[in-house]
């Protein structure tokens, strides 16, 4: 464990959108913190582009995130690469190195099982469900614990808008993608991806794409209700509908079950590429009001999401909303730190991810029930 309040030496793997725009201007944001020596992409020119901009030595420049993790020389990595974590975060923990780990964690349950022994029971590895950090959250936990907690709530209702990624990106003046990724190394993670979509829910293309949809976007919904209610009790309803005739963009999904203790929670992520602006609402219904959450742009630095805390009041309804600057990602990476330097436990570890694994597996398994979809892997079981 690192001294507590040491500035943290720290690697980045995978240099994305969510690197260039968010963890890596954080990271130096924070410098109080973090120091960044050590970054890893497929791309060689992304990795001295960005590699000069944050003043990271030449010698620790890797194309190779595997070597990256193998050669050490730092504290923590974060995990920002595409697809499944479960293989680099295996060979962190290994290697003695906490990890910040993107969502998703794993494909699969085994995966996490995997993670689970190597981390010997210890606060070793935080997921990136950033949202749970963000202080309008946290408003409305401490505001739902005053109410008296989860059996308070009658139901949860979730809408996500989610617009064309292009969209929500158009500020950040991004660079073209890099043309110099070896199809080989790409060919290779396209493959080992396809074995793992296997191994948790088959071969069918309509349950992959929907398992996709549940473990890169969804999972920040299922994180929300488990930290306001906890996991589902049940999966009842799944539907699916293309946006496009011809099938070409992800569909449009809806779930709905009941929570323990009875209660309702119903989602709804609308795949909307030519919609104005990313939004995300949250609410919850108690018997004497609701909170309700508004996210904008998970991108957008700082922009508040804002609480409105409706009940009743000298008869008549009264609405109070809450907002905050302070940013989510860069909550998550204080409370990183508090895990890596005095081990306190992130509101999302190993268990956490793998329990939003198994929630995703189940949606897909009750869409080949009601459906007709051949299940497979990890799901059909």
Not at 109 to 121: N, V
Not at 244 to 273: D, F, H, K, M, Q
Not at 362 to 369: A, I, L, P, S, T
């Amino acid at each position: 464990m690192t001294e507590p309040g040491k500035r943290i030496r720290i690697a980045v793997a995978g240099l994305g959108i969510v690197a260039r725009t968010v963890h890596l201007p954080l990271l130096q944001r924070r410098a109080d913190l973090f120091e960044v020596v050590a970054l890893g992409d497929l791309s060689a020119c992304r990795v001295a582009e960005l590699g000069h901009r944050y003043g990271v030595e030449p010698g620790r420049r890797y194309t190779d995130a595997s070597a990256m993790l193998i050669e050490g020389g730092y504290d923590a990595v974060l995990l920002a690469t595409s697809g499944s974590h479960g293989e680099l975060a295996a060979l962190a923990l290994r290697s003695g190195l906490p990890v910040l780990c993107e969502k998703p964690l794993a494909y699969t349950l085994a995966e996490a099982a995997r993670l689970t022994e190597l981390s010997g029971g210890t606060p070793s590895l935080m997921v990136g469900y950033m949202k749970q950090y963000d202080p309008a959250v946290t408003e409305a936990a401490r505001l739902l614990d005053e109410l008296g907690g989860p059996e308070r709530i009658h139901a949860v209702e979730v809408t996500v808008l989610h617009a064309d990624g292009e969209g929500q990106l158009a500020f950040a003046n991004l660079p073209p993608a890099p043309g110099d990724v070896p199809p080989d190394a790409a060919d290779r993670l396209r493959a080992a991806d396809s074995r793992l979509l296997d191994a948790a829910v088959g071969g069918d293309a309509g349950a992959r794409t929907l398992y996709q949809i549940l473990i890169n976007s969804i999972s920040h919904d299922l994180s929300l209700l488990r930290l306001f209610t906890g996991p589902p009790a049940t999966v009842e309803h799944v539907a699916t509908w293309p946006v496009a005739p011809n099938g070409t963009v992800e569909p449009s999904v809806e779930i709905s079950g009941r929570l323990r203790g009875g209660a309702r929670y119903g989602i709804r992520w609308l795949n909307l590429p030519d919609y104005p602006a990313y939004r995300e609402t949250v609410t919850l219904h108690h018997a004497r009001g609701s909170l309700e959450l508004v996210f904008p742009s998970p991108y957008l630095l700082n922009a508040p999401t804002t609480l409105t805390v409706v009940d009743s009041h000298g008869g008549g309804e009264r609405r109070a909303a809450f907002r905050s600057v302070a940013e989510a990602f860069e909550q998550e990476l204080v409370a990183f730190h508090a895990m890596v330097t005095a081990g306190a436990p992130p509101l999302s570890g190993i268990a956490e991810g793998a329990t939003d694994v198994r929630t995703s597996q189940q949606v897909v398994r009750r869409f080949g029930e009601l459906t007709g979809a051949a299940i497979g892997g990890e799901a059909a079981r």
